[in-house]
């Protein structure tokens, strides 16, 4: 007679649903929050960014199902991530990139003075390393990529009497825009030249000399200083 046959089951728990990061891919300006998730109900997820290791409870770090972290560090982040429960076999490893985007260093203007004598020569500047542009308004817009442009370290010369507000951003390869910069300044109108009559010449005694200033837009509000001595010049003081 033949030997009884012995038949041997094997229990297989299955296998943790491989997660999902959302968004799954991109680049963003700044920072970008980042969620995981996986299918598999109580498993816990845990992963890495550039590193080689395959993620696990001891390498890298672990977030709850359905958790979000925030991501700031700049460059090409590259995530693995696998879903973890006691009694199931890990799940296949998800492997992503999300790029971030440094900010250009926001540019400065020169110099700091808010009030000037009829011109203002205005120096634009910026730290960020590499080819940049300045896009710069002198209307009060925000300065986009179609606005005016002036290289760093250019200067531009605004001699219109008034009140200028001047916004300036740069934009630079492969990084977020940097912040607006704004400045207010003002240009003062220069009076006109005053006359005297007579002008000039020899006289005996006392002589009245009559001063004028035909500044119609200013009218009575005029002051004018001389001096008598043909050298010093005319001041407030």
């Excluded at 046959?5 to 229990?11: A, C, G, M, N, V």
């Excluded at 990061?21 to 996986?38: C, D, E, I, M, R």
């Excluded at 634009?124 to 080819?131: K, L």
Aim: with cysteine; net charge negative.
């Amino acid at each position: 007679t033949s030997s009884p046959t012995r038949i041997q089951s094997y229990l297989s728990n299955g296998r943790c649903e491989m997660p999902t990061v959302t968004p799954s891919k991109g680049t963003y300006a700044g920072s970008v929050l980042v969620s995981f998730s996986t299918p598999t109900k109580g498993a816990r997820i845990c992963f890495n960014i550039n590193s080689h290791l395959v993620p696990s409870a001891t390498e890298g770090d672990c977030v709850s199902n359905g958790d979000s972290i925030e991501l700031s560090q700049t460059g090409a982040l590259n995530i693995q991530a696998v879903a973890l429960l006691d009694g199931l076999e890990d799940s296949a490893v998800l492997k992503t990139t999300i790029t971030i985007l440094a900010k250009a260093k926001a540019p400065s203007i020169t110099p700091d003075d808010t009030v000037f004598t009829t011109s203002a020569t205005l120096t634009f500047a910026t730290a960020t390393v590499g080819p940049s542009t300045i896009y710069y308004t002198d209307n009060e817009d925000v300065p986009t990529t179609s606005s005016l442009t002036i290289e760093n370290g250019g200067q531009l010369i605004i001699d219109r009497p008034g009140e200028h507000t001047i916004r300036c951003i740069v934009v630079a390869d492969g990084m977020e825009a940097s912040d607006v910069v704004t400045r207010h300044i003002s240009i003062l109108e220069r009076t006109k030249q005053p006359t005297m009559d007579p002008q000039s010449g020899h006289f005996i005694g006392n002589m009245n000399v009559k001063f004028r200033c035909s500044d119609e837009n200013r009218g009575s509000s005029v002051s004018i200083y001389y001096t008598t001595d043909g050298k010093s010049t005319p001041s407030q003081q």
